[in-house]
Structures are given as C-alpha cells and as structure tokens.
C-alpha cells in the first residue's frame, strides 16, 4: 500500500516517511513503469473479433454457483438433480435459464454462453489458479494458498505488461480483495514469475460503505494536485541527497514509478473514480447495497478512469455462513436469498450502464469461477457439492457473437455432450477479445519465454 500522506499531519506539510515509500516504489515489487511499455505487434490472428475489446472486466463468482440452479437448468432431469427452482425463458428463443435470473435473462441476446467448461482440478485454490492463469496448479491443494514468484502470472498482470494502455490508471486490478483462506495468499491472482511490477492494484475496504475510498490507493477527492506535486518535487530532493540510491541501477525506474504513481494520483478520472461517497445514491442502489453489488459499481468506474482488466471477486463473507457460493449445504436457500438475486441485480445494472452509453462495443464482460457444483443433491445437508467436470460461462459485449450458446452439456448438466473448453480455452478467448495473441509469448523476470495460453480462443461464439 502507498499513500502520499498522513492523516496525522496537515495537508500542507510532508510526511517524510510516506515520500520515501514512494520513491521505493520499485524495490517493493508496486513500482509502474510497466505500464509505459510499448504494445506488442499486431498478431497474425484473423477475425473481426482480435482486439474488439479496449477492456475486460470478470465478475468472478468465487465458491462455484450450480449450473443447474443457474445458466444451465435441466427441468427434465431426475428430481434430486433438477433441484427446486423453475426456468423462465430468456431474450433468445429456446435458451432458458432459472427463475433466479430475470434480469440476467434480458441480456441473453447480447451475450454468450459456454455450457461445457471442464478440468480435473477439484479445489478452489487450483481450479482458481487454472481460470486465470490458463495452467494447471502442479503443486498440492495446500501449496496453492502459498503464493510464489515460480507461479504462472494472472491474465491480467500478462495484459499489464504487454497492453498496459496509455491512461493513468493501473491497467490490473481485483475489486476488493484477494481470495485467500486461512491466511494463505492464493497463488494465480497475481504476476507470479513476470514479477510484482506488474502485480494488480488491490483496492481493499467494503465499496459498499457510504464513505468507500481505496485501501491501497487513498487518494483524498478535494485535496488539490499542486499539492501531490509539490511533494513529488520533495521527494526529488531526498533521493539527490540519497547518494547510495542513485548509485543503483534501477534508479531511474524508481523515478518512473514516481510520476506513474503522480499521474494516478493527480488524475481528476481516477479521483472520481474511487470517490463513490459523491455518488447519487439511487446510482449505487442500481447495483445492489452489498458487498458484490458495489465492487462491480466501482470496477466499471475504474474501468472508465483508464484500468484495462478489473476482476471483481464475491467474497465468501457475503453469503449465508461465509461460505457464499461453495453451498455444500443448504444451496437452495443460498442461491434463492443471498447469492443469485445480488448477482442478477449486479449484472443488470453494468449491463444497462454498458449498453446505454455505448461503452459495450469495447467492453468484454465475462462471468466465471472455478467450477460448478455437483448434479446429485446431498439430501442430508440439502448442498451441492465441488463439480468442475461441466460448469458454464458467460461472455457478453466486445467481440462476442450475441445470443449464442458453445457447448451442451449431458442430461444432468454433469458431463460435457458436444464441445468441452477448457480454462486454457477461457483465457485465449479473453486475450484475443483483447487484441493479444493467445499463441503468443511472455518473457519473466530473467528473460524465461513464457507461452500466454495453451488453449485456443472460442470461436464459435466470436464475431
């Protein structure tokens, strides 16, 4: 975290600690230059829909909703594995998704559906680690809440460092926290190997309080940007006094990431941004006054202060018994009061917000996690229990064929029936919407090539 300021001392004089953070902004791994690099050259990849999208933001539902309860119903199946909800018809002919989604189901003739997302990983650590990354987690189920500079990067830290773009904001960001458990730092959410330059802006604190601003970037909405500036010239003298620290050679990236972190800073779009106290309240009521439903609020907003992907995660405190989307027991009750009803509302909203002003065009919105949840209900505990071997996920917006579903699961929505896709599948799919060459290559910290996606973009639900 940096901040450019103590709350202590008044507004006009420096807080000689906070400077210093600031100019060590490179040695703690949250130094920007990567944001300045060059974009890479045009890939060879055909098709209208190769860098339609200017900007991604992944509504992540950590925990694993039930496919069935949700985007993939079966009516017909066996009364233990249909479940209790009923299915309602959606924007496109035939495609029926449950009762749960009325809203959701508005948007289907501008979205796109794959039904037969599968892998063998059935933790959340690692089938998290494979959504993002597009790799299997070759470590153990508990190796993977140890978080590793050996770890494959996070689609977003490969897109902050190869298509950072040009405005001030950082290009990666996770609205509000990371997923961890038990103290353990989750491996995947982060750039792993490339480096903690390029790591993701972490935001931090509830969006959802009246007085929201950023953990990790606390930036004050009124306070005039002389000031920051002032402070920047301060922090110039105390590193020519600082013999030592122009004596090393990442001094000048240093110098870098203290006018990359002056032009956030200083930006009136990002101050506006993360400023979610001034916004009219029927504004944020529109997404939903939760946890989930203001995350996805202040991930468009960062989005339109410059950032390029932003993944808004469901925490598991929003949910009945912590547990949110990982219903092992009572997943009826879950998804029919805490979990689908905030999500549909969420969804709705950035849909409308995309779509009226036009930013939909160049917006890809995906819906996603790790897995699904098992067709068979345990009737002792009424839950449904970890299931990647057939989950679905959604595409909506820039580069994606409107209205069409990939993939048909098997009669109990447990196995994939035509057309099974991969998380490598998944994260191509993203990097192409993106103008990145999924087959492309990345280069870490020492110079390793590092292949972005061993899978290939989904095509059929392409433009």
């Not at 993360?274 to 529109?286: H, T, Y």
């Amino acid at each position: 975290m940096f901040k450019l300021w103590n709350t202590r001392v008044p507004a006009n004089r420096i807080d000689r600690r906070e400077l210093l953070r600031i100019g060590g902004l490179g040695i703690t791994g949250l130094s920007l230059p990567g944001l300045l690099s060059a974009n890479p050259a045009p890939s060879a990849v055909k098709g209208k829909s190769f860098g339609k999208a200017k900007k991604c933001i992944i509504l992540y539902l950590s925990g694993g909703p039930a496919q069935l309860d949700t985007f993939d119903p079966k009516p017909d199946a066996a009364e233990d594995i249909r479940g209790e909800f009923k299915t309602i018809n959606t924007s496109v002919t035939g495609v029926r998704f449950s009762e749960l989604l009325p809203l959701t189901a508005k948007w289907m003739h501008k979205s796109a559906l794959v039904r037969t997302m599968y892998h063998e990983h059935n933790d959340h650590g690692r089938g998290s680690y494979w959504m993002f990354t597009g790799y299997p987690y070759l470590g153990s189920v508990s190796d993977v809440n140890s978080m590793s500079r050996a770890d494959m990067p996070h689609m977003g830290s490969c897109l902050a460092k190869l298509a950072p773009g040009g405005g001030p904001m950082f290009p990666f960001a996770l609205v509000p926290h990371r997923m961890d458990v038990a103290g353990g730092r989750r491996s995947g959410q982060f750039a792993g190997s490339l480096g903690g330059k390029y790591d993701p802006l972490l935001t931090g604190g509830n969006p959802n309080d009246d007085n929201f601003k950023l953990d990790n970037l606390p930036l004050v909405p009124n306070e005039n940007a002389e000031v920051f500036k002032r402070r920047l010239s301060l922090v110039d003298q105390l590193n020519k006094q600082t013999t030592e620290m122009n004596d090393l050679a990442m001094s000048q990236s240093i110098k870098q990431s203290q006018a990359k972190a002056m032009d956030v800073i200083s930006s009136e779009a990002v101050r506006k941004a993360v400023d979610l106290s001034k916004e009219d309240p029927k504004e944020r009521e529109r997404y939903g006054r939760n946890l989930f439903g203001q995350s996805v609020f202040l991930g468009k907003r960062l989005l339109d202060a410059g950032a390029r992907l932003v993944q808004c995660n469901w925490q598991r405190s929003q949910g009945k018994d912590g547990f949110a989307w990982d219903t092992h027991w009572n997943n009826f009750t879950s998804h029919k009061e805490d979990l689908v009803p905030p999500f549909d509302k969420a969804f709705h909203a950035l849909m409308t917000d995309l779509d009226q002003s036009g930013k939909l065009d160049d917006t890809l919105v995906v819906v996603a996690a790790e897995f699904g949840r098992s067709p068979k209900i345990t009737r002792s505990n009424m839950g449904r229990e970890h299931w990647p071997d057939c989950y679905t996920v959604l595409f909506a917006g820039a580069g994606i064929r409107p209205g069409t579903v990939h993939g048909q699961s098997d009669k109990n929505a447990a196995y994939p029936a035509l057309n099974p896709t991969t998380p490598a599948d998944f994260t191509a799919t993203i990097y192409h919407c993106l103008g990145i060459d999924p087959a492309g290559e990345i280069h870490d910290q020492v110079g390793r090539p590092i292949a972005l996606s061993k899978g290939s973009p989904i095509t059929p639900i392409l433009v």
